[in-house]
């Protein structure tokens, strides 16, 4: 997706759009309703791919939904908050039941209401853990076994820099990402030969992250940081598509995708 809102296809020779691998594939996604989720979801449309779209809020989620019904692609949508183990099952269901399969599952819902330890916000900490990485877990649960049943299927699990490099006030944000992290990794080995694992670890990215910081001066900082720094988040999304659209003997096991002058 554009600075204006439109999404750029990939042109091959004489201008005619390449869909690689991705067209007719059915993929799930959570927190598809902005930021990296919507875009992803944007994206993936205009390259054939027939969307199943979770997030918390519905309206945002209809209006997501309605865009790409409105370009012609194939989507449905149901509200997802990923804290619950019968939403995500929720989710993958509506994938069997509309499109008879599913082939991707992207596990894209986090939030980052950072702040010093001292600050003791326990119930933010765990809001982080059920969302970050509990969530990831139940969409493991309720993909893992149609993937088996399919003898195929993918998982995309959108980790963080802050994975690979801990600051303060980020030490519970950034415990969950890396906790993505690993536990990829070991579905990735357990995975077999028949299934791909990709982590894809946004730097900082032009999303509503900031708004879930309660402390203000973390989130002013942040705000700062992310004015100067921001990259779009059409690149995340390029970044998802590159790794559903390789062949099927193909794994892109880890993406990193940061500003070119983020630390």
């Known amino acids: 997706m554009s600075e204006n ?3 750029g296809g990939i042109e091959g020779p004489g201008g005619v759009k390449e869909t690689g691998d991705i067209e007719g594939k059915v993929v799930a996604i959570t927190g598809a309703s902005g930021g990296i989720g919507e875009a992803t979801a944007l ?3 205009e390259r054939g791919a027939k969307l199943v779209l979770g997030a918390r809020g519905p309206d945002r989620l209809e209006a997501v939904a309605a865009r790409i019904a409105k370009s012609g692609a194939e989507v449905a949508h149901v509200p997802t908050d990923v804290r619950r183990r019968a939403d995500v099952d ?3 269901a509506l994938a069997e039941s509309r499109f008879g399969r599913l082939d991707v599952l992207v596990s894209n819902a986090g939030i980052g209401p950072i702040s010093p330890l001292d600050d003791l916000r326990v119930d933010d900490w765990e809001a ?5 990485l509990k969530g ?3 969409g493991i649960a309720a993909a893992l076994p149609v993937f088996r049943a399919q003898g195929s299927g993918q998982f995309v699990n959108i980790a963080s820099t802050a994975a690979y490099r801990t600051v303060p006030n980020q030490s519970v944000y950034a415990a969950t990402k890396t906790a993505v992290r ?4 070991g579905l990735r080995q357990e995975a077999g030969d028949k299934l791909r694992v990709t982590i894809v670890s946004p730097g900082f990215t032009r999303t509503n992250f900031t708004d879930s910081m309660p402390d203000p001066g973390v989130r002013a900082e942040m705000a700062r940081a992310m004015k100067t720094l921001a ?3 059409d690149a995340l999304a390029r970044a998802v598509a590159y790794a559903i659209e390789q062949p099927a003997d193909i794994d892109v096991n880890e993406i990193v995708v ?6």
């Open 128 to 132: 982080m853990i059920d969302i970050n």
């Open 136 to 138: 990831v877990l139940y």
């Open 231 to 233: 990259i779009s988040p």
């Open 258 to 263: 940061r500003p070119t002058a983020q630390a």
């Open 90 to 92: 929720r989710l993958v």
């Open 43 to 45: 994206l993936l449309a």
């Open 5 to 7: 809102g439109n999404v």
């Open 182 to 185: 690993t536990l990829s990794e």
